[in-house]
């Protein structure tokens, strides 16, 4: 079951928060789910634009005292075609967005 860690962190805060409805009421434990849920989608965003080559083709400053650079050329086309590669969604997005999806979705519900 490949997506086994992040129904493991999901039960365990829905867990937590099962048990913290009598200590404080169901509306502030839907607020904390669904800004668990951002953040989660954040971290989402984040794993999915670091794989995005979004500085490909960028060159480095040389800094002072620094022996200069040689001049190398890099060719728009192959910047274009690393840039314009297909979106990645890595393992651990999944896990983001896996939970941000299960909180929000739960986060609503309950303050409807």
């Excluded at 951002?38 to 989402?44: E, M, Y």
Aim: with cysteine; glycine share 8%; charged share 15%.
């Amino acid at each position: 079951m490949q997506y086994r860690w992040a129904l493991l962190t999901l039960a365990v805060i829905l867990i937590v928060g099962v048990i913290a409805i009598p200590l404080s009421s169901l509306i502030v434990v839907a607020n904390v789910w669904f800004m668990l849920g951002l953040v989660f989608l954040i971290g989402s965003a984040f794993f999915i634009l670091e794989k995005g080559h979004l500085f490909a083709g960028w060159h480095r400053r040389r800094r002072k005292g620094e022996d200069p650079l040689p001049e190398e050329k890099i060719a728009p086309r192959d910047v274009a075609t690393v840039k314009n590669g297909p979106i990645i969604v890595n393992r651990y997005a999944k896990f983001c967005l896996i939970n941000a999806i299960v909180l929000l979705g739960l986060g609503i519900f309950l303050t409807l």
